[in-house]
């Protein structure tokens, strides 16, 4: 199986259905392998547009979903960028191919046997020195590198959790998965300095987001 054909077949896919617009997020797409981030024994299904299972009862992400999350994020180079909900490392690298060469994703996931695959991943990837994965219960965000230029969370909350808010900067986007444990709507929200502005782009479905800020534990 060639995966770079593969890969451009799924991109050029997702251009068709109007879920990639913006040249610079098709272009990282068309350059990170997902393949390596699938555990090894599903690498041959990495280009349909599905989530797949990474273990410890968790997903990465469909493709399209990601195409829609960064495109909505708006990211730029040199932007610092949070995500919460590191899983297997494919959104952070994404994100991370964007905001090159003066960047940095910070990446928070709290289990840590995901943690260190996802490192791995990264690593094969080429992406180890742009985003760097943190354990953590990232529904408090990671105040030691705050203010964040983008924050963006793959796991479902039941709400904004407040120090997310708090870690964005003037100007910042935070997209957020919020609603019920089944079904959420993606709310994108916008920080005009002590104003926040919520749009719902609609509706989701992700894996919950269990910490403090979260589910609980
Ligand atoms: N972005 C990932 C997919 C994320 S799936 C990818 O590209 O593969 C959601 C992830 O959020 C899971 O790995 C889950 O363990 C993690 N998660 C859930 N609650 C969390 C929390 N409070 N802090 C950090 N990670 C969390």
Request: with cysteine.
């Amino acid at each position: 199986m060639d995966f770079d054909i593969e890969r451009k077949r799924m991109i050029r896919s997702l251009v068709e259905k109007g879920y990639l617009t913006k040249p610079d997020v098709i272009k990282a797409m068309e350059k990170v392998p997902r393949h390596l981030f699938v555990p090894e024994g599903i690498r041959r299904s990495a280009y349909i547009d599905t989530p797949l299972s990474i273990g410890e009862g968790q997903t990465i992400s469909a493709p399209h979903m990601v195409a829609i999350m960064v495109e909505a994020l708006d990211l730029r180079p040199g932007m610092k960028v949070l995500e919460v909900g590191g899983g297997s490392g494919y959104h952070a690298a994404v994100m991370g191919e964007i905001v090159r060469p003066d960047g940095h994703v910070y990446s928070v996931e709290r289990i840590e046997s995901l943690a260190e695959r996802a490192k791995k991943n990264l690593k094969e990837a080429g992406y180890d020195d742009i985003v760097t994965i943190v354990v953590g219960d990232g529904s408090k965000g990671l105040g030691e590198f705050a203010p964040f230029d983008r924050i963006c969370v793959a796991a479902a909350a039941p709400g904004v959790p407040e120090p997310l808010k708090q870690q964005l900067a003037d100007d910042g986007k935070l997209l957020i998965p919020v609603g019920g444990r089944w079904y959420q709507d993606l709310i994108l929200v916008e920080r005009k300095q002590n104003k926040f502005l919520q749009t719902n782009l609609g509706g989701c479905v992700f894996v919950p987001l269990i910490g403090e800020y979260g589910y609980g534990n």
